[in-house]
């Protein structure tokens, strides 16, 4: 056995991306594979048929004398021995560069790993033993290469790194609802199967132990399982919440990055185009009053609900309150003026209701344009027994006799529009005194 | 003026008190700030100003943690809120932790001389904004009013407040009504105290059920 710290340290490959993602040290030996995988591989020059046994001794350091003795031993004394050659042959990469013999150092488990190897290799007895008492065992001809097949996974389990085994890990612990993205619904189909194809197994395995066991061995088989049970839970139970811990850590780790992206992308689409453009143009002083304005709307907008854009929604389902809003926005936005809105109650938008917030914008839009006033005042109610809007403002006002009949706003767009719904339109105004127009529909 | 109003100033942003200060430069007496709930608390105490210009969010607890924590020590001195919020939950909470106002931070700089003095000299300043929301508040019948005198508005306080909502100043609204100014401040002072003081659950609990933009 030889000490991996004194593994060569001349031309080391390049770090591979997943060990480059790894921030925790890996074990020395790891960097002597040529692969950037931890699974094993075909070797490149070391071949008999297909190179499975060279790779294997080039990947686990044993001398490959001994591994093709192995190998053709399990070959040759059962019909899954070349079944399993031939399937590593299939799935086995090629190791892309030949293994010098002094990388071939047998590195054994370190550490936990050794632990775990030790831990893997008690459970795989323990299990046989008690295959073997209950009497299913497979056969004079097949514990040998079912043997090796073992002894492979186990070290192929204790040499993989970190990374890759939290992967496998978080594809193996899955528990049906738990959880997830979107993205990987449907995964949760295969996490369902594979808990009905365990439940389907467990059932059977028990139904052919009871069934197969002779009366007299019952007691003693079913403490044999639960012992073997009770250890593989002893041992692996800290473990396994361990590894819950970390799932749910990387979970929680996930959910504060998107959120962070979310905010970040409202934050460039929104509040810094808003200050690149008036980094452009800062002379121009009421352009740059409304920038502010429809970026403070659009913040608060996503803020505090509502849609992305800042805009109200249009769609049927908004009601009363966001079409009122809606339309105080576009009189803003058209006139650049700003239009404080107060809104109390809410009430489904109907045609009648429409028919105000339309009248209500007219009479935000006169305010607007004629009364040069710096603002104007929206107080929009519903109550149980009528909508309100009052639009005023504190302009140069007018006096509502001397209109001449060609204007056709005020008494069209404002007056006949509520008269036509049953409603009523009030205007007070005086010159030099502001203007209200006061809307009313009883519901 | 005789003897001008001493303000202290509590926002988180250091860029905002500048602005304001600058703004009522010469029309009041700025005699300290703060950013934070603690710093504000030691402030106030060592100042003892009239009237605090009071953020409604702060870290360390936002603006009712000052007000909580300054106003046993200091009864006589006065909290007039000051926000970007328009979420109604903030603002109904710091004006029931005892502010005397509530004005958006848009306000201009005559108004907001005018908030000032008036909340120094006892009486209560509400925007069109805190208006509404508490037109909204009172609004509906209250399903288990304990306190009926406290639980509702009287006709003439709601007239008070749908005017201040539809943008009136008190002297406007006055003379719409045909009442005093100080007849109108009585109504405001009375409304406020039963914001304050109202057991009505939705002043607790409406605010939250509601998604005000």
New interface residues.
Partial sequence: MSDPSDAPAAAPPPLSPLEARQNRPSPHWWRRMPSAYGTPWRSRDDRVFAGVAGGFAEWSGFSPILTRAVAAAAVTTSGLGPVLYVLAAFVLPVADRSVPAKDRRIAWPKGRDRERAVVALLVAVGVSIVLRAVGIWFGGELWFPAAVAGVGLSLAWSRTDEERRELWRSRLVRLPGEERLAAESDRRGATVLRVVAGIVLFIAGGAWVLHSAPPSTFVPVMAAVAATACGVALLGGPWISALWKDLAEERRARIRTEERAEVAAQLHDSVLQTLALIQRHPETTRSVAQLARQQERSL??WL???TADGS?PTDASATFADRM?AAAHDVEDRFDL?V?L????DAPADGRADALVAAAREAMANAARHSGAPEV?V?S?A??TALSV?V?D?GKGFDPDAVPEDRRGLRDSIVGRLERQGGSAAVVSAPGEGT?VALELTR | MTSQVRVFLVDDHGLFRAGVKAELAGEVDVVGEAGDVDEAVAGIVSTEPNVVLLDVHLPGGGGQAVIAAVAPRLPDVAFLALSVS??AEDVIAVIRAGARGYVTK?IDRAGLVDAIGRVASGDAVFS??L??FV??AF??DAPVAVDPELDALTPREQDVL?LI????TYKELARRLSISPKTVETHVSSVLRKLQLSSRHELTRWAADR???
Avoid: N
């Avoid at chain 1, 107060?342 to 109650?345: A, I, L, N, P, R």
């Fill in positions: 608060r907008a505090f609900g509502g109200a809003r700003p404080e107060v809104v109390v109650g005042s107080y109610e109550s149980e009052f005023r504190r209200e | 328009d979420a848009t069109p904004r208006a509404g037109l909204d609004a509906g749908r909502a539809r943008g009136y998604k005000l933009l």
